[in-house]
């Protein structure tokens, strides 16, 4: 299994533009979600799915759409790039209830100039 | 989900067990205690969690005080590659939004050679 996967690994946007960041698990897990991790902290949710068809908000959605149309992939959309969204952003998967770990891809690190 | 207290950063030589800290004196009957690791530009990576019993699996042991109220992280034998930030999360049992993890800024542990 090649588990989580992200691409792309590094991108820089300019200020206003808009690019989608990729991320697809083969774990079959129902559970996905998006989070984001600014320099020295600890990661915020920013969106999550609980199944193909269905998602939710999570702490910090503003300035993000996301979808899933498959179990497989849940891709995140920035509309309008702003310097505000430069963060490493990290994708996670887990099976559904807390007592299954997440498992998180290798992340992409954007740059809003 | 309860709120939890890390020391910002600990120092273990290498070979030596690395003992975490971490309180959580507002956890409810039904919330779990994970541990998560970030080893420099990755990823998060799963350890270990539990509810009321100490855990112990490949990676780590997990000690867990009777009352609940705090908890320890061992890595029985700390080598250069287990530097890292180490994540003490609480969460409850239930899907969808409370299967988040809420992660704070962690330990940085430092093994030095």
């Known amino acids: 299994n090649a588990g989580v996967t992200q691409t792309p690994k590094f991108r820089i946007l300019k200020i206003g533009q808009s690019m989608t960041l990729q991320c697809t698990q083969d774990m079959n897990h129902n559970y996905m979600y998006w989070y984001r991790q600014d320099p020295g902290m600890g990661l915020k949710l920013i969106y999550y799915?609980?199944?193909?068809?269905?998602?939710d908000k999570g702490e910090v959605p503003n300035g993000y759409n996301v979808s899933r149309s498959t179990t497989e992939d849940f891709p995140l959309r920035l509309e309008l790039a702003a310097p505000s969204q430069t963060s490493v952003y990290f994708c996670a998967s887990s099976l559904a209830g807390a007592s299954y770990e997440q498992y998180f891809g290798p992340g992409t690190r954007l740059t809003v100039t | 989900d309860a709120k939890t207290t890390q020391p910002p950063s600990m120092d273990c030589a290498e070979g030596r067990a690395a003992n975490l800290p971490c309180n959580h004196s507002?956890?409810?009957?039904?919330?779990?205690v994970y541990w998560y690791r970030q080893i420099h530009s990755q990823g998060p990576q799963y350890i270990i969690h539990g509810l009321k019993n100490n855990e112990t699996n490949e990676m780590a042991s997990l000690i867990i005080t009777e009352d609940r109220k705090s908890s320890t992280l061992i890595l029985p034998h700390a080598t250069l590659r287990d530097t890292a930030v180490y994540y003490c999360?609480?969460?409850?049992?239930?899907?969808?939004?409370?299967?988040?993890?809420?992660f704070g800024t962690g330990t940085l542990l430092a093994v030095q050679p």
């Open positions: 507002t956890i409810s009957g039904n919330e779990y």
């Open positions: 999360i609480v969460r409850a049992p239930y899907g969808g939004a409370t299967n988040k993890l809420i």
């Open positions: 799915s609980v199944g193909a068809g269905i998602t």
